[in-house]
């Protein structure tokens, strides 16, 4: 079935690192894939979206490829900040009808000041 | 920033007890999904709506668990007899259907003493 695989539980990175979480997905249908990003005591909140029409997306900063040869969805940031700390969930669009989102099991980022 | 509003925002139920949550979608989306999310930040999808219409619900909600989304009313999502295993963070979500963007409510945190 449709699945999504982060293998990266945890991330700790000092400020102005680079940051790369790794994010790959397996799906026999043509994709559509998210980032969402949680903070504690909130909801996902929506922080890019790719389609194989666009295969990059970019937003405040961070930047996610789609690469259909390695079913790859990698989520990269030329400079993380304090405040981008955060679960990050790699997630794919079921195509199937029922619209579902089916969620990668997320990448804690802790930046250090 | 997501216009989907969940409450109550925290809800403590004893074991047996009834639990019912409430969400608003965001203006003009007709779809609305219900998630459960664990203490493992693990996604569990629920059921989902097309305006009043299931789309599809998993086997868990057919039987404790019931919602509806009425015209001109919140949505709501129901436990009839809280279970310790029930404890979790309950999350709305709503969207324009496809694989269009979805957007989350910040959930309701639902406690079973």
């Known amino acids: 079935g449709d699945s999504v695989t982060q293998m990266q539980g945890q991330v700790t990175l000092s400020e102005d690192d680079f940051l790369f979480i790794n994010c790959t997905y397996s799906t026999t249908w043509y994709p559509t894939l998210f980032w969402y990003v949680q903070y504690p005591g909130e909801g996902p909140q929506l922080l890019l979206k790719v389609t194989t029409a666009n295969n990059k997306g970019i937003s405040r900063g961070f930047e996610a490829t789609y690469d259909k040869r390695t079913t790859s969805f990698h989520l990269q940031k030329a400079s993380v900040q304090e405040s981008d700390s955060a679960v990050y969930y790699c997630?794919?669009?079921?195509?199937?009808?029922?619209?579902?989102?089916?969620f990668g099991s997320g990448t804690q980022l802790t930046v250090m000041p | 920033n997501s216009k989907v509003i969940q409450t109550p925002r925290y809800l403590v139920k004893g074991q047996g007890q009834k639990a019912k949550m409430r969400c608003i979608p965001e203006?003009?989306?007709?779809?609305v999904f219900w998630y459960q999310q664990n203490k493992n930040n693990e996604f569990k999808f629920l059921i989902n709506?097309?305006?009043?219409?299931?789309?599809?619900q998993i086997d868990m909600t057919e039987k404790r668990f019931s919602a509806e989304c009425p015209s001109n009313s919140p949505c709501s999502l129901e436990i009839q007899s809280s279970e310790a295993g029930d404890s979790a963070l309950y999350l709305c979500?709503?969207?324009?259907?496809?694989?269009?963007?979805?957007?989350f409510g910040k959930g309701t945190r639902l406690t079973v003493v």
């Open positions: 979500a709503s969207s324009l259907g496809g694989n269009t963007e979805v957007f």
């Open positions: 203006k003009g989306h007709p779809v």
């Open positions: 997630v794919l669009g079921d195509p199937s009808g029922s619209w579902q989102l089916i």
């Open positions: 709506f097309q305006n009043q219409e299931v789309l599809q």
